[in-house]
């Protein structure tokens, strides 16, 4: 497989374990996906928050997950850039009543793909 191709395999299968993780509230497997010094922003207007990662996953854990409150699982990559030892990647996906956007920033640190910052922003879902 090319390197190009093996990245994106990589890539995708970090996403999948990311909205998994979110939809769990599963730390065990949200946690590996980011890299220990990554950052998590919140840039919605009104609700501007930036966490360290163990802040950010006790938020998670905290959480009443969706997959336990019936919320149908939506969420789909819209775009990935790929350059070297380092990717970008927007997502969308939707719970809790919200719209999130996420820009995704990746690093390659010993043939891993980890997140090293989560910048997102959210909107109510329409009714």
Not at 6 to 20: I, K, N
Not at 52 to 80: F, M, N
Request: glycine letters at 6%; hydrophobic letters at 45%; one cysteine or more.
């Amino acid at each position: 497989m090319a390197g190009v191709e093996r990245d994106m395999t990589a890539l995708m299968g970090v996403m999948a374990q990311y909205f998994e993780g979110l939809y769990q509230a599963d730390i065990d497997v949200l946690g590996p996906v980011f890299h220990r010094d990554a950052r998590y922003v919140n840039a919605s207007a009104g609700h501007y928050v930036a966490l360290s990662l163990p802040d950010y996953l006790a938020r998670v854990k905290a959480r009443t997950p969706p997959a336990h409150t019936g919320d149908a699982r939506k969420d789909q990559v819209i775009s990935v850039r790929c350059e070297g030892d380092m990717a970008f990647i927007t997502a969308r996906m939707e719970m809790v009543g919200l719209a999130y956007l996420d820009y995704l920033t990746f690093i390659r640190t010993d043939e891993t793909w980890q997140i090293i910052a989560k910048i997102f922003t959210h909107q109510p879902l329409e009714a």
